[in-house]
T-cell receptor
């Protein structure tokens, strides 16, 4: 079963505009969420995380928002740059600290 | 610091064969996790090894197995390959500290094609 869902397989955005990637989850017990970015022929790399005690975490151009009542999180990239073109995965821990549920990914294309 | 390495990068096998994939974690990392990535399914957790012991296991059949050596290098094996096993297999290493969410560092993956 897919406990972490990304319903948009792809997203295209103009350079300089905001990119918003969405993620929904089913388990209200999840207390930590991560976003990973993946370029072709490379493994995913950690981007940003958020604890459930917060509703927002910011790191430079990347901000993650968490809405616990809606079981929804989103990643905002402002301003978007062509180098941001990649597949983005959201993830939540499954039990132990070293195993995660991942979403199916959203492929972001930033158009110059 | 060298990253996570996976060998081979590409493999082509036929149904019924078996395959072994290798992962060398970042130096000092004791946890290695394996994931299967297929289109439409995202990354599916296979198993995690820590200090040569399988610590966690996902929902995959027994045809999927793994092991970890004393130097933390890990191998995963898939026996009796099926067409549906075609996927990108990713390994991730981390410090493996219990009680904490450890950042996962992923290798580039092994692309397995089963014909």
């Amino acid at each position: 079963d897919q406990q972490v869902k990304q319903n948009s397989p792809s997203l295209s955005v103009q350079e300089g505009r905001i990119s918003i990637l969405n993620c929904d989850y089913t388990n209200s017990m999840f207390d930590y969420f991560l976003w990973y970015k993946k370029y072709p022929a490379e493994g995913p790399t950690f981007l940003i995380s958020i604890s459930s005690i917060k509703d927002k975490n910011e790191d430079g151009r990347f901000t993650v928002f968490l809405n616990k009542s809606a079981k929804h999180l989103s990643l905002h990239i402002v301003p978007s740059q062509p180098g941001d073109s990649a597949v983005y995965f959201c993830a939540a821990p499954r039990g132990g600290g070293n195993q995660f549920y991942f979403g199916t990914g959203t492929s972001l294309t930033v158009i110059p | 610091k060298a990253g996570v390495t996976q060998t081979p990068r590409y493999l082509i096998k036929t149904r019924g064969q078996q395959v072994t994939l290798s992962c060398s974690p970042i130096s000092g990392h004791r946890s290695v996790s394996w994931y299967q990535q297929t289109p439409g399914q995202g990354l599916q957790f296979l198993f995690e090894y820590f200090s040569e012991t399988q610590r966690n296991k996902g929902n995959f059949p027994g045809r999927f197995s793994g092991r970890q050596f004393s130097n933390s290098r890990s191998e995963m094996n898939v026996s009796t390959l099926e067409l549906g096993d075609s996927a990108l297999y990713l390994c991730a290493s981390s410090l493996g500290t219990s009680g904490a969410y450890n950042e996962q560092f992923f290798g580039p993956g092994t692309r397995l094609t089963v014909l």
